[in-house]
Structures are given as C-alpha cells and as structure tokens.
C-alpha cells in the first residue's frame, strides 16, 4: 500500500519520521520512505495553500496512492477543544475567496462565480466523505475548518469569520490538500493537533510541542492499523 504524506514543514511530521526507513529522495520536496509494509511518500510543501496545490498536483500526476494524509498544527476558534487535543478535519474551505461590499462579505457562489455543489465542492465546502478507513481517525474527534492565507487575530475579524463559517479550526493547507485528493478520488484524511486559539497573537500562550507530540503519536498507530 502506498501512501503519500503531506505537511507544511518537516518539523510537524518530524518524530513520526525518525519511526520510518529511508528509501529514497524522489525530488527536492519529497522523499520515499518504508514501515510497516508500507511505502509512505512524504511531501513537504511549505506553508500556504498555492505551494501545496502545486506540489499536490505535481505528486499526483506522477504517482498513484492508495491514501493520503495531511498532517500538521491548526490555531482554534473553539474553546471546547483542549490545547494538543488531535481533530480529524471533514469539512474545510477557502473563506477568503470573494468580494468585500462594504462591511459585507461575498463568496464566490454569492457572485455567481461558483455553483454551490460545483464538483468538488458540496454546499459551498470540501466535504470529505471518503475518508482514510481507520479506527484511530474514527475515535477523532470531527470537526469544520478553513484554509486561510492569513491567520485571524483581531476580535473583529474573528467575530467575522465566527458569524460567516463557523469554523472549529484553521490552517494555512488544509482545504488545498483536501480539493486535490477529492478531485483525484483518493481516500484521504486531514488531521490536525491544535497548537493554540485563535486569539490576540500571543506565541507565548502557543503550545507547539505538545501539539507536534500528540499529532505524531496518533497517526504512527493509524499507520500501525
């Protein structure tokens, strides 16, 4: 079974890694790894959601995987998921794209730029309803999220995107993961451990390692299954 792992940077996904063999490097952003009877693609995009696009489709067209997983940190809007706490994303989209109308926001589909259920999209979202079959990811926690170029850190600007999507968590990947595998037809699942709330930017309240510890802990016994 082959399976391709995607994360912003390789300190995410770097514990889960020293578990695997080395097999070979395939490019400058991937290298080819073995575990478990498994043969695991491990890409390292970068942050943002145009080089994973990229990088996505390039891996895509290139090679055939069974799964896919995205892995990496998330900042959180709901203050009923703890710090380090792992989430399994299933809905996710791109809240930014659209027109400002004053104090007004219009998406896409508001514009008619977009149909609401315009393949892959399913009411305006990425809907991820073929996940990774694994008990692990199913004993997750589900959740909503958006994919954004930049992270919210007014009150203002949180109370916005509270009121107008309602999301769980955000990151700077996730929903261009999810577009290209759905588009693809491949099984995939985005997890993600929270790193710290959406809030006024405070690092010193972030938790990180934590954070990094429990993502890397779940997915070793998802690939363990």
């Not at 514009?111 to 999209?121: A, H």
């Not at 700077?172 to 995939?188: N, R, V």
């Amino acid at each position: 079974m082959r399976i391709l792992i995607v994360s912003a940077t390789t300190l995410e996904i770097k514990p889960l890694i020293k578990h695997f063999t080395f097999e070979e490097r395939v490019d400058a952003h991937m290298n080819r790894y073995s575990f478990n009877k498994l043969t695991l693609d491990v890409l390292t995009t970068g942050v943002g959601m145009v080089p994973t696009a990229y990088l996505m489709g390039k891996a895509l067209m290139r090679h055939h995987y069974d799964a896919a997983l995205n892995l990496g940190i998330a900042g959180c809007f709901d203050r009923n998921l703890e710090l380090g706490e792992v989430v399994h994303i299933t809905h996710d989209q791109f809240p930014e794209l659209g027109s400002e109308q004053g104090e007004y926001f219009l998406s896409l589909i508001d514009l008619k730029l977009l149909e609401e259920n315009y393949f892959p999209y399913k009411d305006g979202q990425l809907v991820n309803e073929m996940p990774l079959k694994s008990k692990t990811i199913n004993n997750l926690r589900t959740v909503r999220s958006i994919t954004v170029n930049r992270v919210h850190t007014t009150n203002k600007s949180i109370e916005k995107i509270r009121q107008r999507c309602n999301p769980a968590t955000e990151s700077m990947e996730g929903a261009a993961f999810l577009f290209a595998c759905l588009a693809e037809d491949i099984p995939c699942a985005q997890i993600r451990s929270i790193s710290n709330y959406v809030e006024n930017h405070d690092t010193n309240r972030w938790s990180i390692p934590k954070a990094i510890e429990n993502l890397n802990k779940v997915i070793l016994q998802v690939l363990l299954e």
